[in-house]
Structures are given as structure tokens and as C-alpha cells.
């Protein structure tokens, strides 16, 4: 009997902690939140950090909740749920978008290519006015500079990947907002920029390793009900990772983004919304440097679902492709963007 009673201390002692909270949860091993830095070698420790966390919801979700005084007061998780809570700001160009910008005065072109997805949804109690999302997200967007013989010829591209967590608060005719967002930002230089004969990069002017990890906390008030809203926001960055270093790591941003009811449509069966937003932000070198992005144009298509928008935009200050992050420029444009 000592014996059987050592044996079981002996064996209860070896037992690592994650793989015995692993077997009393009846997890698969290939969940374990232990081999999350086996899965994510090559990624960057903010992002790391965040995919960690979604790992974790998810096992969570897994675990039986046994005691419940009633079914109403039982917290409430959702897959997929759809639309995000926080509203994209359609000024912005560190935004998930999908569509084409053509420059005013040169054949120059912005090509916008990406998405985002809401991947988990948690309420209090299934009635609640308050809600929290888990997302990822894909983006990036590439300078065109000419389009000869059908073929666009890409200058430089940024590209960004990383996940947020939203939070809003809604109430009858306002709300407020929160997102978190971890993400990481490389530039690259592409076509037309290597003499081949010459062995020489044109004009001087070499490509530039330019990466940033980093976290970005924005707050917005949304006043109004569908189908008319006023949004304000503003919010700040800080880079944990940033190549090269002369680059400041405090970003500051703010704007607003407001449309109207249905006033022109509907359109083939859907409404119409006249829009407008402005993003201004503070980065650059040595110094912070404004930059200001102004939007205006129509939604083809209800305001928070899928639609076509048809826009004029205004950039002006530090030139948004980060190989070109030196550089200063005015700019008018039109185009249109799918919300997807």
C-alpha cells in the first residue's frame, strides 16, 4: 500500500503542468498552446503574441461550462460572425481594401488588394449591447507607374498581415468603439529600378530594408443611426521592431468618416450613400511629419454590407509607399473599392 501510494506521488510530480491541464481538458495535442512558437517560427513577437491568445479562446472554447445559475446569464461565443464591429476608416491607407486609386496628373496608379475576417465574437449575455471581436487581417497595396502594352508595370509594394481585437458599446443612436490592432509592415522596390547593362540601380537611389512590427489603439465615437452616421476617432502606434532606425516608432492618427441616408437612391434595387472622411497622421524621420488623406465619392450598396464605392481623394505629405518614405508629395485621384 506505501508503495502504490509513492508510486502515484512519483509519477503526479512528473507530470509537467501544460500536459496535465492538457489531459484533465481531453485536448487533441495538435491544439496545444505549447507548440504555438513551433507553428509561428518566423513571425514577429507582437504577432506571435497575438495569434497566442486566439490559440488560447479557441481550447477554451472546447472546455464544457458545468456550472450555470441560468441560461440567460451564460456568456455567449460566436464563429465567424460576420461584419466587423469596428467600422473601417476609408481615408486611411493602412486599411484592408480592395480597388484601384488613379493618380490625377500622371499615369500612376494605387492597386489595393486585401481583406480582413472576424473570426470569433464574445457577449456577456446573448442580449448584451456590449461586444468583443477577434480578427485577421491581409493587406497591401502597390504603385503602378505605367500601363504600356497591357501590362502594369509595379514600382513598389507595402504589404501588412497581422489581427485586431474590437471592442464597441452600442447604444440607441451612438456608440463607442475600440480596436487593437497588432501588425507588421514590410516595403519592397519591384520593377524598373536596375540598370542590368550598367550593373547600377537607376538614379542612385537603392532599395531600402524597411520593416515594422507594431501595435496600433484607436478609439472611435459613432453618432447616429442607420442609415446616417458621424464618426470620430483617434489613436496612436508604437513600433516594438522598426528598420531603419531613424524612423520615428510613435505614429499618431485621427479623422472622421460621415455618410448619409439613402438621399439619392435606390439604385437597381440598392441604396446610395454620400460620403466623406479625412485621416491625418503624424510619422516620418527624425522628425513627425503630417499626412493628410482625404476621401469623398458614393457607396453603391447599404453602408455596412457589400458594395462598390466611387470616390476623389486628396493626399497630401509624406508619400505613402514606404520605399519613397522621404519623400513629400501632393496629389489629386479618383477611384472606386469594392467592400467586400
Same mark, same amino acid.
Given at each position: 500500500m506505501l508503495r502504490n501510494d509513492y508510486t502515484l506521488q512519483k509519477s503526479a510530480q512528473c507530470t509537467k503542468p501544460g500536459q496535465e491541464i492538457?489531459?484533465?481538458?481531453?485536448?487533441?495535442?495538435?491544439?496545444? *498552446?505549447?507548440?504555438?512558437?513551433?507553428? &509561428?517560427? +518566423?513571425?514577429? @513577437?507582437?504577432?506571435?503574441? =497575438?495569434?497566442? *491568445?486566439?490559440?488560447?479562446?479557441?481550447? =477554451?472554447?472546447?472546455?464544457? *461550462?458545468?456550472?450555470q445559475t441560468a441560461p440567460e446569464a451564460a456568456s455567449h461565443w460566436t464563429f465567424l460572425p460576420g461584419r466587423p464591429i469596428f467600422p473601417t476608416l476609408p481615408a486611411s491607407y493602412e486599411e484592408p481594401r480592395t480597388g484601384i486609386i488613379k493618380d490625377g496628373s500622371t499615369a500612376h496608379m494605387k492597386l489595393?488588394?486585401?481583406?480582413?475576417? /472576424?473570426?470569433l465574437e464574445f457577449r456577456l449575455r446573448e442580449d448584451s449591447t #456590449?461586444?468583443? +471581436?477577434?480578427?485577421? #487581417?491581409?493587406?497591401?497595396? $502597390?504603385?503602378?507607374?505605367? !500601363?504600356?502594352?497591357?501590362?502594369?508595370?509595379?514600382?513598389?509594394?507595402?504589404?501588412?498581415?497581422?489581427?485586431?481585437?474590437?471592442?464597441?458599446?452600442?447604444h440607441s443612436r451612438s456608440a463607442y468603439a475600440l480596436r487593437l490592432r497588432i501588425l507588421h509592415l514590410s516595403s519592397?522596390?519591384?520593377?524598373?529600378?536596375?540598370?542590368? +547593362?550598367? !550593373?547600377?540601380?537607376?538614379?542612385?537611389? /537603392?532599395?531600402?530594408?524597411? $520593416?515594422?512590427?507594431?501595435? /496600433?489603439? @484607436?478609439?472611435?465615437? *459613432?453618432?447616429?443611426?442607420?442609415? $446616417? #452616421?458621424?464618426?470620430?476617432?483617434?489613436?496612436?502606434?508604437?513600433?516594438? &521592431?522598426?528598420?531603419?532606425p531613424t524612423m520615428k516608432r510613435l505614429n499618431v492618427l485621427c479623422g472622421f468618416s460621415a455618410h448619409t441616408g439613402n438621399w439619392i437612391g435606390p439604385l437597381f434595387g440598392s441604396p446610395v450613400h454620400v460620403y466623406a472622411a479625412d485621416h491625418y497622421s503624424l510619422w516620418g524621420l527624425e522628425m513627425l511629419s503630417?499626412?493628410?488623406? =482625404? #476621401?469623398?465619392?458614393? %457607396?453603391?450598396?447599404?453602408?455596412?454590407s457589400s458594395g462598390i464605392r466611387i470616390f476623389l481623394s486628396h493626399h497630401a505629405g509624406? /508619400?505613402?509607399?514606404?520605399?519613397?518614405?522621404?519623400? %513629400?508629395?501632393?496629389?489629386?485621384?479618383m477611384g472606386f473599392a469594392f467592400d467586400l
Amino acid at each position: 500500500m506505501l508503495r502504490n501510494d509513492y508510486t502515484l506521488q512519483k509519477s503526479a510530480q512528473c507530470t509537467k503542468p501544460g500536459q496535465e491541464i492538457q489531459s484533465r481538458l481531453n485536448l487533441p495535442n495538435t491544439f496545444s *498552446i505549447l507548440r504555438v512558437n513551433q507553428l &509561428l517560427p +518566423h513571425t514577429g @513577437t507582437l504577432v506571435r503574441i =497575438f495569434w497566442r *491568445i486566439v490559440l488560447s479562446l479557441l481550447l =477554451f472554447q472546447t472546455v464544457p *461550462i458545468r456550472a450555470q445559475t441560468a441560461p440567460e446569464a451564460a456568456s455567449h461565443w460566436t464563429f465567424l460572425p460576420g461584419r466587423p464591429i469596428f467600422p473601417t476608416l476609408p481615408a486611411s491607407y493602412e486599411e484592408p481594401r480592395t480597388g484601384i486609386i488613379k493618380d490625377g496628373s500622371t499615369a500612376h496608379m494605387k492597386l489595393d488588394i486585401g481583406s480582413s475576417l /472576424e473570426l470569433l465574437e464574445f457577449r456577456l449575455r446573448e442580449d448584451s449591447t #456590449e461586444r468583443i +471581436h477577434f480578427g485577421a #487581417e491581409l493587406f497591401t497595396y $502597390a504603385l503602378t507607374t505605367s !500601363n504600356q502594352g497591357l501590362r502594369l508595370q509595379v514600382d513598389a509594394v507595402d504589404g501588412y498581415f497581422g489581427g485586431h481585437v474590437t471592442y464597441r458599446l452600442q447604444h440607441s443612436r451612438s456608440a463607442y468603439a475600440l480596436r487593437l490592432r497588432i501588425l507588421h509592415l514590410s516595403s519592397h522596390f519591384l520593377d524598373g529600378h536596375y540598370d542590368l +547593362h550598367q !550593373n547600377m540601380w537607376l538614379n542612385g537611389l /537603392e532599395p531600402t530594408p524597411l $520593416a515594422r512590427d507594431y501595435g /496600433e489603439l @484607436t478609439g472611435a465615437y *459613432i453618432w447616429g443611426s442607420t442609415p $446616417a #452616421e458621424l464618426m470620430v476617432y483617434a489613436g496612436f502606434s508604437q513600433a516594438t &521592431l522598426i528598420r531603419p532606425p531613424t524612423m520615428k516608432r510613435l505614429n499618431v492618427l485621427c479623422g472622421f468618416s460621415a455618410h448619409t441616408g439613402n438621399w439619392i437612391g435606390p439604385l437597381f434595387g440598392s441604396p446610395v450613400h454620400v460620403y466623406a472622411a479625412d485621416h491625418y497622421s503624424l510619422w516620418g524621420l527624425e522628425m513627425l511629419s503630417g499626412t493628410n488623406m =482625404f #476621401e469623398a465619392g458614393v %457607396k453603391l450598396g447599404g453602408w455596412d454590407s457589400s458594395g462598390i464605392r466611387i470616390f476623389l481623394s486628396h493626399h497630401a505629405g509624406l /508619400e505613402v509607399f514606404h520605399q519613397y518614405f522621404d519623400t %513629400k508629395d501632393a496629389d489629386w485621384g479618383m477611384g472606386f473599392a469594392f467592400d467586400l
